[in-house]
Every structure is written in C-alpha cells, then in structure tokens.
C-alpha cells in the first residue's frame, strides 16, 4: 500500500501529515489544499482509494468527486447528511461498480465485535430487541472545531455546533446504530421499515450559541436530547439516542435483547445467560444457580469471552492496541478495509449501510418536524435486502492471506529503499524551500522524475 496524496483545506496541516511518513522511510505524498484541493486530488490516475475524513458537510461531497473519477472511498462518519446525498451515493457506487465504505469504527470495538461473534453463533437466541447511542457531553471539545473561513459561519462557532443550531434530529446516529445493525443482520435478512423520533427542547445548546455571540438565540434547532424508535421488517425494534449536550457520562449503550439472553456495553459491561443457555454455548457454569437476573460472574463471563474472541482482533487487536485510535478500533477498522482491498474481498460495510445508517439523520428531523409522526425508511437496496442470509465478514484462505502479505511487505520494503537511495524526501524540502516559482517547478519536476522511479523499482521487486 502507498499514501500517494494527502489533502487539507489549511496546506501547513496536510504538511504535518506528510512527516508522518518521513518519520517511517516511506515516500513524500503530494500536497493539496484549498476549498477544491480534493478535486484536482481525485483527478489523479494513481490513486485506487480516497479515505475522507473532512467536517461532516464535506463528506458526501469528497465522496462523490472521488467516485465520480472512478475511485474507491472509505468516508468518516456521517458518511451523509441528507436522503439526497445518501441516494447520491448509492447510485454513484452502483453506476461505477465501486466500494463506497462508511468508516463506522465502533462496530470494531473489542465488547462489539465479541457480542457480534455470540448473537451470530445463537448465544442470546433471536435478538428482538437493540439499543444504541451517542452521548458524548462535548462541552470539553466545541472550540476546538474546524471554523469555515467562507463567509459560511459568521459567527464562527465551528461547524459541529454550527450543524446542531441549523438542524434538527439524530444528526450522529451511525456510532449506535452500526453494531447493533450488524447483529441484526440489516439488509441482509432485515430491513428497517418505520421510525419515530422524539426529542426535548433545546437548552445547553441555545446557552452554549449565547455564549459565544453574546446575543439572544431563537433559533436552535436541534433539542438536547432525541430519541427515535425503529422497527424493522421481522418486527425487531431500535432504540438509539443522541446527546451531546448535557453532563453524561460518555455511553453509546450497545444492548441487545435476545429469547435466550442479554448484553449490554454502556453503563456496565456484562452478558446475562441462564446455566442451560450458558452451557448450551460452550461454557460450563461454575456457580449452580446461574440466572438471568443479574449479570454472570466473572469467570464465567471471561470465559465466554475467550470462547467467542473475534477472528479479526486475533489477526488484529494486539497490535491495534499497541497503535491505539480509540483504543485501536480506528487501527482494527483500517486494517480490515485494507485486508479485504488487498485479498479481493467484500467490504466489511458498504453504500447500503451508509446509506441506511446516515438516513436516519433526516428521517428523524421529518418525524420530529410533523409532530413526531411515523415516518418510512427507504430501502436503498431497491428490494434485494434479504438476498444475503445473515451478516458476515470476509475472510481469504490462510494462503491468500500469506501470499498477499508477503507482496505487500516486498513492496513496502523495495519502496523504502528506493525512498532512500533516491533522496526523495531531500528533493523533497528542496520543493518547500524555493525562493521563486521557477526554482520551484524545477525542484518539483526533479522530485516527480525521482518518485516515479522509485515506484518502478518497487513495482519490480513484487513482479
């Protein structure tokens, strides 16, 4: 795998990125910058993949650039913020025959990907029932968001709060609705049908919008607190809730409610199985009276664990935690994406996901809009959401696997010392250190003349 371009609206931070890769012996990515730096980026034809991690209103539109010029994308969370950009993406993704991935990193938390192991092996029987959420207190974080030097936000309060003033509903739905959506096997067997949201008045964030332009604020759309309702197609329901207001500790829930048993993530970890469930799963209880009435003990809890430990934080989690990212389900998730690019594999979420996880955000504001009125999902898989029986992960033979990795490892390996022998990151600095225009096309044209053949030269080494 190569970075081949990084891209910032603010050029000096993109530059920051880049030494990242200095640091690590790999080859200098071009630059981009400005409002439309992505653009000239997607209009590369060496680029497979555009991983976006822009302000939430620039992810669908970095999205569809890139699919448009026939890349691959993986977009941060909301991948969308509005049916439109969703349907958007659904056909571009269709129409191009491209993987368009939303990056939901909480469907590869160590209690997520377990519990998605159990509810898949019939550990908690029929889940009828699933909670999630996103409460997140953000009093700590709202200065420190991006503020959009346009003219767009002219009171300058950052594009988060920005978005929750001008916007009502579930705007942050994916982070408990994606694991949960998983377990339920979403539009591959399921379907959500129907919602209704909820939410209270607007309080903290009218104060917060107050206090940063010292003037009255009428006009705050999105309430404290919303919760929505969802039904699907087999009658399971949804629960998720969004806050990101007030003084809670931070929780996104994650509990599934089965016949057989329970778990629940957020404010307590823990399973609740009865002794003939527990046994039936492969763990022998080692207390007589084990009952779904409280949460099991410890060791047998563990147990249960170790039993149904994911095959992909066994592949992944040691060094994922040695990395971290959210205590490396950032690293777990990415490592994923590019295991499955490498390996030919389906993506383990895709533009139907996206699409149905993200919707959730205008669909509540409609609900909520028409005095929380039912309101219907759209099935963006056109009618084929049960052709798939049951979620699952991809995975390659272990010589695949072998195989792939020894490439990439002589590739990366070949670039290196290409990257190296070659001075790139001298010709590099002599590109940033210019004194005039022409002196610097020079320097630049030397660095492309050097980066193309340090890219032969890796190439060959894996022929």
């Known amino acids: 795998m190569e970075i081949v371009a990084l891209c910032d609206f603010e050029e000096p931070r993109a530059a920051k990125l880049n030494e990242t890769l200095r640091k690590h012996g790999l080859a200098p990515a071009a630059i981009y910058s400005g409002a439309k730096g992505y653009e ?113 936000d002219p009171d300058q309060l950052g594009w988060r709060l920005k978005y929750n003033r001008d916007n009502r509903g579930d705007l942050y739905a994916t982070h408990g609705l994606g694991p949960v959506a998983q377990a339920l096997d979403i539009h591959r067997g399921d379907r959500m049908v129907t919602l209704v949201s909820m939410d209270t008045k607007s309080v903290h964030g009218k104060e917060l919008v107050e206090a940063k332009t010292g003037k009255p604020c009428d006009n705050f759309r999105n309430g404290d607190h919303t919760t929505t309702l969802i039904r699907t197609e087999n009658q399971k ?22 016949t057989r048993g329970f778990a629940n993530k957020y404010p307590i970890e823990g399973y609740a199985l009865d002794s003939k469930q527990l ?82 955000a205008e669909l509540s504001a409609l609900s909520l809009d028409n005095d929380c009125a039912p309101v219907a999902v759209p099935d963006f898989t056109r009618g084929l959401w049960d052709r798939q029986k049951g979620y699952r992960h991809a995975y390659a033979s272990a010589e695949e696997e072998a195989a792939t990795e020894a490439t990439a490892n002589a590739f990366t390996k070949a670039y290196k010392e290409a990257t190296a022998k070659l001075r790139l990151w001298e010709l590099y600095d002599k590109v940033a250190q210019a004194k005039s225009e022409t002196a610097r096309r020079k320097a630049q044209a030397a660095l492309d003349k050097a980066t193309a053949k340090a890219k032969a030269m890796a190439a060959k080494a894996v022929e």
Not at 93 to 110: G, P, R, S, T, V
Not at 250 to 258: E, F, M, P, S
Not at 292 to 318: C, N, Q, V, W
Not at 325 to 339: E, N, Q
């Open 40 to 152: 000239a980026l997607c209009s590369r034809d060496d680029i497979d993949l555009v991983y976006i991690a822009t302000d939430w209103e620039h992810h669908a539109v970095v999205a569809r650039c890139a699919l448009e010029h026939g890349k691959n994308v993986a977009d941060e969370v909301p991948s969308a913020m509005n049916l439109e950009e969703c349907w958007q993406l659904v056909n571009l993704a269709e129409q191009k025959q491209l993987n368009c991935m939303i990056l939901e990193n909480c469907c590869y938390d160590w209690f997520e990907m377990r519990t998605l192991n159990m509810a898949q092996h019939g550990v908690f029987g029929e889940i009828l029932r699933a909670q999630g959420a996103y409460i997140h207190n953000l009093d700590d974080f709202w200065d420190y968001y991006w503020k959009n030097p346009d003219g767009s």
């Open 237 to 258: 329901v949804i629960e998720l809730q969004h806050d990101v207001m007030n003084p809670q500790p931070y929780n996104r829930l994650y509990q599934l409610t089965g």
């Open 279 to 360: 046994s039936a799963s492969g763990v022998q209880p080692k207390v007589d009276n084990l009952s779904t009435h409280s949460f099991m003990p410890e060791a047998e809890r563990k147990a249960l664990e170790e039993k149904y430990d994911h095959p992909i934080l066994k592949k992944f989690g040691k060094l994922a935690k040695e990395v971290g990212g959210h205590g490396g389900m950032d690293f777990v998730m990415t490592a994923r994406l590019v295991y499955c690019l490498q390996n030919g594999l389906p993506l383990d979420m895709d533009v139907y996901d996206l699409a149905e996880w993200c919707s959730i």
